[in-house]
T-cell receptor
Framework: DTGVSQDPRHKITKRGQNVTFRCDPI?????LYWYRQTLGQGPEFLTY????????KSRLLSDRFSAERPKGSFSTLEIQRTEQGDSAMYLC???????????FGSGTRLTVV | AQSVAQPEDQVNVAEGNPLTVKCTYS??????LFWYVQYPNRGLQFLLK??????LVKGSYGFEAEFNKSQTSFHLKKPSALVSDSALYFCAVSGSGNTGKLIFGQGTTLQVKP
């Protein structure tokens, strides 16, 4: 296992379309995090899972956003009815519960046109 | 509320000179502090962390950071900068809760010139 994988690396979509991103964490990691990073800013927490349970969601995660981790392994982040303000880098990270700090994936860059 | 401040948008140093990238934090309880580096169009790479113990923490690629509780700071340092160190650096803090959620600073661009 070489690390956290995210797919796709880049996504260009038209405003109003739905998009889905996938994250495959390090296999033995039971925690998975999603962050969003806009240009010139640090990453902002969106949500996290421990195993399959979604334990916390940021207020940044509007009703158009949904995340799942159905079997406690990979996770998906879906954005419905995309808006130009959704353009950002979406970062996934994983860790073991109780461990401080985690491993990030390379991110998915979303551009909404 | 937890917060992190990186007061410098950009730090410029000459290759071979020492570098410092500043970070101050605000958190209730014991802080857990991190530095990450980001290269263009890439995710974040872990450099080092402070959990407990010695105030001077050594990390990857020759970087180190000094935890100063009284000044609530966690500055990143390197004795001799390399051109390849040029990148975007993020300081982050996690509070004593169990979520592991990180609060990041806005980042500091390090430019090392030959």
């Amino acid at each position: 296992d070489t690390g956290v994988s995210q797919d796709p690396r880049h996504k260009i979509t038209k405003r109003g379309q739905n998009v889905t991103f996938r994250c495959d964490p390090i296999s033995e990691h039971n925690r998975l995090y999603w962050y969003r990073q806009t240009l010139g800013q640090g990453p902002e927490f969106l949500t996290y899972f421990q195993n399959e349970a979604q334990l916390e969601k940021s207020r940044l995660l509007s009703d158009r956003f949904s995340a799942e981790r159905p079997k406690g392994s990979f996770s998906t982040l879906e954005i419905q009815r995309t808006e130009q303000g959704d353009s950002a880098m979406y970062l996934c990270a994983s860790s073991l519960a109780g461990h401080r700090g985690y491993t990030f994936g390379s991110g998915t860059r979303l551009t909404v046109v | 509320a937890q917060s992190v401040a990186q007061p410098e948008d950009q730090v410029n140093v000459a290759e071979g000179n020492p570098l410092t990238v500043k970070c101050t934090y605000s958190v209730s309880g014991n802080p857990y502090l991190f530095w990450y580096v980001q290269y263009p169009n890439r995710g974040l790479q872990f450099l080092l962390k402070y959990i407990t113990g010695d105030n001077l923490v050594k990390g990857s690629y020759g970087f180190e950071a000094e935890f100063n509780k009284s000044q609530t700071s966690f500055h990143l340092k390197k004795p001799s900068a390399l051109v390849s160190d040029s990148a975007l650096y993020f300081c982050a803090v996690s509070g004593s809760g169990n979520t592991g959620k990180l609060i990041f600073g806005q980042g500091t661009t390090l430019q090392v010139k030959p």
